[in-house]
């Protein structure tokens, strides 16, 4: 094989690898962004800045996981995704909003299930082939990748991990990308503990 030829097959391999971050937590050189009332953290690999939002949450890990598994609720539960979309058993596409004057993001992840009595690990990468064109106007975030990690650590309590790569690409200024690291990262907690509060009352 040529050297250009090696170049070429490199570059596809990247290109077409999805970023996985099962392994992530191995990772020990995290930044502090914030230390309450999440503790939110980051730090570059592979290339990608990834975040990492840890709290204690006042539920129990089933419950949190049911709702991480309602996919298609997802619109009523994390108020910036407008749309998401089953295309299989693993397979879902995810398109958020975002402020003004920034661009709808979207992205098709495929994702995996582990878990036993006392962990559940959901974890989601981006499928690279076989899907369709953003929409007009839209951002397609290609190397879209997290997890969320729950851990029991009492009936009522449970410790959530969310960690995902906060590149998000298009116009959005890169000054601005820890606040908004911070903002999601907080914004996921409430908006899992409004949701369970909310079906408690139903």
Request: proline content about 4%; charged content about 20%; aromatic content about 14%.
């Amino acid at each position: 094989m040529n050297i250009e030829k090696m170049i070429t097959f490199v570059f596809l391999q990247y290109c077409l690898h999805a970023l996985d971050l099962k392994n992530i937590s191995s990772k020990k050189k995290w930044n502090t962004l914030q230390d309450n009332p999440a503790r939110i953290e980051w730090l570059y690999h592979e290339g990608f800045p990834i975040i990492r939002a840890s709290k204690v949450c006042d539920h129990n890990m089933h419950s949190f996981a049911e709702l991480i598994l309602d996919l298609e609720n997802y619109p009523n539960i994390f108020k910036r995704v407008t749309s998401a979309e089953i295309i299989s058993s693993d397979v879902v596409h995810i398109t958020v909003d975002m402020p003004f004057p920034f661009a709808i993001r979207d992205y098709i992840v495929q994702f995996d299930i582990e878990k036993n009595d006392s962990s559940w690990i959901f974890s989601y990468s981006s499928v690279k082939e076989g899907v369709s064109d953003p929409k007009p106007g839209y951002v397609r975030l290609k190397d879209a990748a997290g997890m969320w990690e729950l851990k029991r650590i009492s009936h009522s309590n449970t410790l959530i991990t969310y960690t995902w790569n906060g590149q998000l690409l298009g116009n959005f200024p890169e000054f601005g990308l820890g606040k908004a690291w911070i903002t999601q990262g907080n914004e996921v907690f409430y908006w899992l503990n409004s949701a369970l509060a909310k079906r408690k009352n139903l």
